[in-house]
C-alpha cells in the first residue's frame, strides 16, 4: 500500500485552510481527497472549484443524479472518493 503524507485541516494555513473549511461546511468534513491534494494547495483549490461548478450548480440533472453517477463512477475505477 502507498503512503501519502497528508496535510491535517488543524494544520492548514492560509489559503488551504478556506480550501478546506468550504469542502468541511459543504460535507461536514474535510474529504481524504482534499487532504491528499492539500499538498499543493492551489491544485486543491482548483480542483475543489471545479468539483462545485460541475455538482453543487443547477443544471440538466438534479443533485441526486449527479451523486449517483459520481459513486458509479467510482466504483466502476474501485475508488472509494
Not at 503512503?3 to 488543524?10: E, G, K, S
Amino acid at each position: 500500500m502507498a503512503y501519502i503524507r497528508l496535510i491535517d485541516p488543524d494544520d492548514a494555513q492560509g489559503p488551504l485552510r478556506a480550501t478546506f473549511e468550504a469542502g468541511r461546511s459543504r460535507a461536514g468534513k474535510v474529504a481524504n481527497i482534499m487532504h491528499v491534494m492539500g499538498l499543493d494547495g492551489p491544485s486543491c483549490a482548483a480542483s475543489m472549484a471545479f468539483y462545485v461548478s460541475i455538482m453543487k450548480r443547477d443544471n440538466a440533472l438534479d443533485a441526486a443524479t449527479r451523486e449517483l453517477l459520481a459513486a458509479v463512477v467510482s466504483c466502476v475505477n474501485d475508488c472509494f472518493y
